[in-house]
């Protein structure tokens, strides 16, 4: 390939862990939010003071709201006809390779690890 890849991997215990917490309780329930979760390919040697919007103000469409270990925990609202990802914003602030899923592929994963 023309470009280097990163290979990303998380237990899937921190999963469950994750998922067993409950961390997008409290997000308001809406069409314009979305949690995510990104998985970081390493930990990073420090970690950004929380929460990180971007852009910063009431016109955020990306909220870093939380670490757990490699996993980051954001949210994302569309707002006019750009869209920023989470990942782009979670690389950007950590300095590390990412992988950014959605929560309801997190919580899809999970079931599928419980089953096993």
């Known amino acids: 390939m023309p470009f280097e890849t990163h290979l990303t991997i998380c237990r899937g215990r921190d999963l469950l862990d994750l998922a067993a917490a409950k961390p997008f309780s409290s997000t308001p329930a809406g ?5 995510f979760v ?31 270990g490699k996993l980051v925990l954001s949210l994302m609202r569309r707002l006019g006809k750009t869209m920023l990802y989470p990942n782009e914003v979670v690389e ?4 590390v390779p990412a992988t950014t899923r959605n929560w309801n592929t997190i919580v899809t994963l ?7």
């Open 31 to 35: 069409h314009d939010t979305r949690p």
């Open 38 to 68: 990104s998985v970081l390919a390493k930990r990073p040697r420090t970690l950004p003071h929380l929460p990180i919007s971007q852009p910063p103000g009431e016109k955020w469409q990306v909220r870093i709201v939380g670490v757990s």
């Open 92 to 95: 950007k602030h950590f300095g």
């Open 110 to 116: 999970c079931e599928i690890l419980k089953a096993e």
